[in-house]
T-cell receptor, first 117, second 113 residues
Framework: GAVVSQHPSWVICKSGTSVKIECRSL??????MFWYRQFPKQSLMLMAT?????????EQGVEKDKFLINHASLTLSTLTVTSAHPEDSSFYIC?????????????FGSGTQLSVL | KQEVTQIPAALSVPEGENLVLNCSFT??????LQWFRQDPGKGLTSLLL?????REQTSGRLNASLDKSSGRSTLYIAASQPGDSATYLC????????????FGTGTQLKVEL
């Protein structure tokens, strides 16, 4: 099956620093990637949808200037949490969708646990 | 508003018991529905995907059903094992909603020896 690699798996940073999370599709071309956030004991909430080569579409309530998404190639999308604060501590997970396969499963990365001190 | 709900939020059963997890969705116009497993601090493992035209899917001890008209899906786990302990999430891809998923609130399952 398709594989999505997400790095790092966990990161601890000081308040005010920026953190970059990478999501790579290893064996297929991901025309669309999704970024989700999950707070403890809650479900996954979609943050944004990124299409290769175009600007990301953010869900209501998600600050686009704080959560920068880049999807410059068909195999890589990055999420940068700028000027992170303790309230940004969460589990971030990406998923990828292949081109022209609407009925396919979405494949998920292993997630990144972000802790902001 | 398109929402997905799962009941119960938590479930504890003895090993060997058959169990059913429930998922409800508010809009019957779905593209497909997917069941996932999530272990603590880990990503998601896809278990079963049911297309809107299908009624059920089976994989090993797992069986998922779909009833669009009533807005429900169930995940049946036969002969539960301690290794089945995890959080189970259902997620809906809505018709006309692109490829993004709306996740349910999850059911935390514990299978005890």
């Amino acid at each position: 099956g398709a594989v999505v690699s997400q790095h790092p798996s966990w990161v601890i940073c000081k308040s005010g620093t920026s953190v970059k999370i990478e999501c790579r599709s290893l064996d297929f071309q991901a025309t669309t990637m999704f970024w989700y956030r999950q707070f403890p004991k809650q479900s996954l909430m979609l943050m944004a949808t990124s299409n290769e080569g175009s600007k990301a579409t953010y869900e209501q309530g998600v600050e686009k200037d704080k959560f920068l998404i880049n999807h410059a190639s068909l195999t890589l999308s990055t999420l940068t949490v700028t000027s992170a604060h303790p309230e940004d501590s969460s589990f971030y997970i990406c998923s990828a969708h292949g081109q022209g396969r609407p009925n396919e499963k979405l494949f998920f990365g292993s997630g990144t646990q972000l802790s902001v001190l | 508003k398109q929402e997905v709900t799962q009941i119960p939020a938590a479930l504890s059963v003895p090993e060997g018991e058959n169990l059913v997890l429930n998922c409800s969705f508010t809009d019957s116009a779905i593209y497909n529905l997917q069941w996932f497993r999530q272990d603590p601090g880990k990503g998601l493992t896809s278990l079963l995907l049911i297309q809107s035209s299908q009624r059920e899917q089976t994989s090993g001890r797992l069986n998922a059903s779909l009833d669009k008209s009533s807005g429900r899906s169930t995940l049946y786990i036969a002969a539960s094992q301690p290794g089945d302990s995890a959080t189970y999430l259902c997620a809906v891809r809505w018709a006309g909603g692109g490829n993004k998923l709306t996740f349910g609130t999850g059911t935390q399952l514990k299978v005890e020896l």
